[in-house]
């Protein structure tokens, strides 16, 4: 599935869409990060609470396909920053975490 | 003279027996209390915004398992916690849901299945807020 | 009410979201009730229901009045506030009802049962409602 | 700090170890038995045979100043200090000099806490704010155990401007380390220390742990019993003990550095 | 003066005059706003004063002291029977037998123990047997603390049906006594003294002047502080003792957990109840219970002293540790119930735990019989109150602008003994004063241009500070 499909479906408000075109593969939720790090699969997009700079930095290492910044939180300027050097796709929304979880869910992507 | 704050979408909630079934999962406590009615489920592993979204009475689904988890479903006076990944609680933690009558589900599914796999049984989450209501709302206990 | 009868007149201010201050209206209206001696059930009463009035200010108000009157023969409260109104005052007396944010109920509130408990505990009860202006209401209660 | 300052620091001579457990908590947390009052708690870090001690109770200090009068003439040096929960989650060690330091942190700490309705009597866990004798003063009617509104980086800066320092705690732990909640140690803030739980060793850390680096590892008892006060210690070799030294200790200037027990 | 509306209740906390320094901790702390200082001195308006020892426990001077009976009264009895409240159990190291600790009350004085932790054991059973039957009155109150039952009868007199109808774990031990020692034929009551060793005032006060039952089969109440060196010394070297231990009955750990908040609770089980302690959180819960907005609460265990009983003021050790040591007692013991012969006799004799008269209420605010009178009075205090700077600062004597108020209605005080208003009222007098030494005879001369003057200087004068913010 693509990440603009996604985005559109869940109504997403993108900070950094370096590019849509983008193959999504599982998706995943947790706000803590070592969890992310040792369970998220490649390409699979994240939905989390968090907003510190090194979701960007677990992002770049699992090379996920995006980030969800859930429950209408903002994120730290340093980390719009480097989501954009990184080339890292960052959303934000004010969907609750376990709606935007569901939601994909309900799209098919599975977290395996 | 009080009722026992039943919300008004009460027809639409599952009970917590069904939620544990749905998610695959067992109690470690409360079972006897397993026939309540959620209407609302929350997942979250930060208690900061657990804080600020959750309504009282909706199940909470995380991966945490200190007891910072049972403190926040005390407060919020909500009916049951999910531990998910198959995350055991330490005794402490247990001992403090079984003090406050928590229930208390362990599901073997990571958080995102776990979420997806209610919501797509028509649990809805706590509703969204606005930043300016949740900042009120916490000012307000 | 004429000067010649023993009466009094109290008016409390209430202030919407205050809720660490919440309840001490009510607090002085069951005090001063209880120095003049009033019956302790109908202070029960009185107190039950002027305390679901105050929280109702509370929680949906910006700002109001709790007004105590006593005489001889009645007690008369009137809690009168600026605020969202009461869009349908037949539907908010269901017991249940509630347009409480969710963030008191927790709290122990807005359980939905404020109005009707009001009207079982007071003799008479007048509801005045104008939807972004505010609600007035009226408790009698009989001393007797 | 200023080069001045520092020079005058380095030139204080020579150093002493000092035995230190800079992570206790009193019966004001929660989670602490109800035996950790004052005069106990410095009773049991004399037996410890420790030199400094460090009371940081969750998101206050309102301990902090009852341990240290019940320390005075004991020869124990007591940092008042709190044990901060940012927004993420993250528990974060900040120890002062002074209480008036402590205090400022903790009005801030409390700015952003919720209090509890209608007194503590509602919740399963009771916090207890004592004298220095362990007697009962008041209830903490503020929810200490829940996380505060700032984040890390908040925590961090206030810390500093206050004159602390800031140690992240028990980094190993799940769901209140940082490492569990961030993934690794951040490159910013400027951390100068870190803090292990009592079920690894500095060396295991390292290794389980590269973004640790070569950061000096303090290692603490987390005491939230009588018992357990010194189980865990860290040596700091010093000039005195105060938190400026501790940071020096961190730095390893002059000679100063923190040794693991 | 005071003292005048006294209606003769006994109270066990009094006030060491020559102690006093008039300071006003007293006043603030307490709950009922029974304590005015008058003439530099304390003085507690007996009729709202209910034991609770707040005022004992936070005077700086020591001046409050508890009225009780002391060990040397055993003399005067042949036989002596010891009720330990089970709080005496955490007043000695940990890892302490409890049944040593009846042993030791057995070797310095007494003929006898019933230990108050079995009655609770039976109480416990009692109070769960109420809690099933389906009753209106929700949520019911514990009866075991004394200065909580006292505060209802004051200050909440509409939850005295709260209350629930079940004496005290110390009435019921006392009822066990009177079945062993005094019921028994032949037995001579006069010679048979049974002693109640107390944790705090209430007791004392209970003891003396019970509530809801007709008579006190207790003697007297003596303090743990008292008994405590004495055991302490037997403890030491138990040899003697450890030998009597067998032969004694002592309660499981669940009612030796009734010492300390949450015990009581712990001991009764289920799950609709609360504990509740400290008086001043007491008063909260009392005022939801009011409202009626604890009504899905089946119990409320309230205890006026932080901590529960072994907060008491006539203790011994610091109440963090024999809260923990009581806990300890409570989780070790928990199932050690001995004597089931006992407990299942006592079980069927119901008097030993009813009431045999209502409790009645002691409201006392009120300004007047009459209440037309009493309208009155309270539009005539609130026209006071609102002239009062609204400080509550206490150096009146009363512990806020509101009860000055009512003391000055009531006839008790003045207005004048507000500073401020006094400071006002003397700079008014200064103020007329120097416009009175400015009438001088006209034929001195400069009468206008000095009285103006001396005016102006004034008007600056009758202001020296600035309003107090109401």
Redesign the interface.
């Known amino acids: 599935m693509l990440l603009a499909n996604i985005a559109q479906n869940l109504n997403l408000n993108p900070i950094n869409e370096p590019s849509a075109d983008v193959e999504v593969t599982s998706g995943y939720a947790s706000d803590l990060l070592s969890d992310v790090l040792a369970k998220a699969k490649n390409g699979a997009i994240w939905a989390t609470n968090q907003k510190h700079i090194n979701i960007i930095g677990v992002a770049v290492m699992l090379n996920l396909a995006g980030v969800i910044i859930a429950g209408g939180i903002e994120p730290d300027e340093n980390t719009v920053a480097k989501a954009r050097e990184e080339n890292i796709p960052l959303y934000i929304t004010e969907t609750s975490l376990f709606d935007v979880a569901g939601k994909l869910y309900e799209l098919g992507l599975r977290s395996t | 003279m009080e009722d026992s704050f039943v919300s008004k979408n009460t027809d639409h909630g599952v009970t917590l027996r069904r939620i544990c079934e749905i998610l695959d999962g067992h109690f470690v406590c409360g079972e006897e209390r397993a026939d309540q009615i959620i209407s609302n489920a929350c997942g979250c592993d930060l208690m900061s915004d657990v804080l600020a979204f959750t309504r009282p009475g909706s199940v909470l689904l995380t991966g945490l398992t200190n007891s910072q988890v049972v403190r926040t479903a005390e407060m919020l006076d909500l009916k049951g916690v999910v531990f998910v990944r198959d995350k055991h609680p330490d005794e402490h933690t247990l001992q403090m849901a079984k003090s406050i009558h928590l229930v208390v589900i362990l599901s073997p599914y990571p958080l995102y299945e776990s979420c997806g796999r209610l919501y797509a049984a028509g649990i809805p989450g706590c509703l969204e807020q606005s930043c300016d209501e949740r900042h009120s709302g916490i000012a307000s206990f | 009410m004429n000067d010649t009868v023993?009466?009094?007149h109290?008016k409390f201010e209430v202030n919407g979201?205050d809720?660490?201050k919440a309840?001490d209206a009510?607090?002085r209206v069951?005090?001063?009730l209880?120095?003049?001696?009033?019956d302790?059930?109908i202070?029960?009463r009185v107190?039950?229901a002027c305390?679901e009035a105050e929280m109702n200010v509370v929680i949906h108000a910006r700002h109001g009045f709790v007004v105590l009157d006593?005489?001889?023969e009645k007690i008369i409260i009137v809690v009168d506030d600026e605020g969202p109104g009461i869009e349908d005052i037949e539907l908010a007396m269901t017991?249940?009802?509630s347009t409480a944010?969710?963030?008191?109920?927790?709290?122990?509130f807005g359980?939905?049962?404020g109005l009707p408990?009001m009207k079982s505990c007071s003799n008479e009860m007048e509801i005045h409602s104008r939807r972004d202006v505010g609600t007035t209401i009226r408790m009698v209660f009989e001393n007797a | 700090m200023t080069p001045d300052s520092r020079r005058k620091t380095q030139d204080a001579g020579r150093t002493t170890p000092y035995n230190a457990d800079l992570h206790i908590h009193t019966l004001l947390s929660p989670c602490g038995e109800i035996e950790m009052i004052p005069p106990l708690i410095v009773e049991a870090a004399k037996v410890a045979g420790l030199d400094v001690i460090a009371i940081a109770d969750h998101n206050s200090c309102e301990n902090a100043a009852a341990v240290m009068r019940a320390a005075e003439g004991s020869g124990i040096r007591v940092l008042p200090g709190m044990e901060v929960q940012s927004v993420e989650g993250i528990h974060l060690l900040c120890l002062f000099d002074e209480i008036e330091q402590a205090e400022a942190l903790q009005e801030a700490v409390y700015g952003s806490l919720i209090s509890l309705p209608g007194g503590a009597y509602r919740y399963s866990e009771e916090q207890f704010v004592v004298d220095w004798e362990g007697e009962f003063v008041k209830y903490c009617e503020k929810r200490i155990a829940l996380p505060t509104s700032m984040d890390i980086d908040e925590v961090f800066e206030r810390v500093a401007k206050i004159g602390g320092i800031m140690i992240p705690s028990h980094i190993d732990r799940q769901g209140t380390g940082i490492i569990d909640i961030l993934g690794m140690i951040p490159e910013t803030p400027d951390i100068n220390g870190l803090e292990i739980s009592r079920n690894i060793t500095p060396d295991e850390a390292r290794v389980r742990f590269p973004s640790v680096g070569n950061r000096p590892i303090f290692q603490n008892s987390d005491a939230h019993w009588l018992s357990a006060i010194g189980e865990r210690h860290t040596i700091l070799h010093m000039a005195h003990r105060n938190v400026s030294e501790i940071k020096l200790a961190c730095r390893g200037v002059g000679g100063r550095r923190v040794e693991n027990a | 003066m005071l003292d005048a509306v006294d209606k003769g209740y006994f109270h066990s906390v009094h006030l060491l005059e020559d102690k006093c320094k008039g300071c006003v901790n007293c006043i603030k702390r307490c709950p009922t706003e029974a304590i005015r200082v008058r003439d530099g001195k304390a003085h507690i308006i007996e009729v709202r004063c209910i034991d609770c020892g707040e005022c004992v426990r936070n005077c700086p001077n020591k001046a409050k002291t508890v009225l009780a009976d002391s060990m040397t009264r055993l003399k005067d009895y042949k036989i002596n029977v010891a009720l330990p409240a089970p709080a005496v159990y955490g007043q000695f190291r940990e890892g302490t037998d409890p049944r040593k600790v009846l042993a030791a009350l057995l070797s310095i004085g007494f003929d006898h123990v019933i230990d108050v932790a079995f009655a609770a054991d039976m109480v416990a059973r009692k109070v769960r047997e109420v809690l099933e039957r389906p009753m209106e009155v929700r949520p019911l109150i514990s009866s075991a603390c004394p200065a909580v039952i006292r505060l209802i009868q004051v200050r909440f007199p509409n939850l005295i049906e709260h209350i629930i109808p079940m004496l005290s774990p110390m009435r019921a031990a006392a009822n066990i006594a009177k079945h062993e020692f005094l019921d028994k034929p032949g037995a001579q009551a006069d010679q048979v003294g049974i002693w109640f060793i107390t944790p705090c005032p209430g007791k004392v006060s209970a003891i003396n002047d019970p509530e809801g039952i007709e008579e006190s089969t207790i003697t007297g109440a003596i303090p743990i502080a008292e008994v405590y060196p004495l055991i302490r010394e037997k403890l030491r070297d138990d040899t003697a003792i450890s030998a009597m231990v067998d032969k004694l009955k002592v309660g499981s750990g669940l009612g030796v957990g009734w010492a300390r908040s949450g015990g009581e609770n712990q001991a009764i089980g289920g799950s609709r109840q609360i504990a509740v302690d400290g008086i001043h959180n007491v008063i909260q819960i009392l005022e939801e219970v009011e409202r009626g907005k604890l009504s899905d609460i089946d119990y409320i265990e309230a205890q006026a002293c932080v901590g529960g009983c072994v907060g008491g003021v006539l203790t011994v050790e610091n109440s963090f540790i024999t809260r923990r040591r009581i806990r300890l007692l409570a989780s070790e013991n928990a199932d050690d119930v001995q004597h089931d012969d006992l407990i299942s006799s006592a079980l069927e004799c119901e008097d030993w735990f009813r009431h045999d008269k209502p409790i009645e209420p002691r409201p006392t605010l009120k300004l007047d019989d009459d209440m037309a009178v009493a309208i009155r009075k309270m539009e005539q205090m609130e026209r006071i109150v609102e002239d009062l700077p609204g400080l509550d600062c206490g150096s009146c004597g009363a512990p806020n602008c509101q009860a000055l108020a009512e003391d000055v209605v009531r006839g008790l005080a003045t207005e004048m003994d507000c500073m401020f208003k006094l400071r006002e009222r003397v700079t008014e007098l200064a103020g007329e004063m120097m416009l009175l030494a400015e009438k001088v005879p006209p034929a001195m001369g400069h009468v206008e241009k000095k009285a103006e003057e001396k005016h102006a200087v004034g008007e600056h004068s009758t202001k020296p500070e600035p309003e107090p913010d109401k």
């Open positions: 023993a009466s009094l109290f979201g809720f660490a309840g009510s607090s069951k005090k001063i209880q120095q003049i001696g009033a302790q059930a202070i029960r107190a039950i305390y006593a005489d001889l017991p249940g009802y944010p969710d963030s008191v109920r927790e709290m122990g359980a939905g049962m408990n």
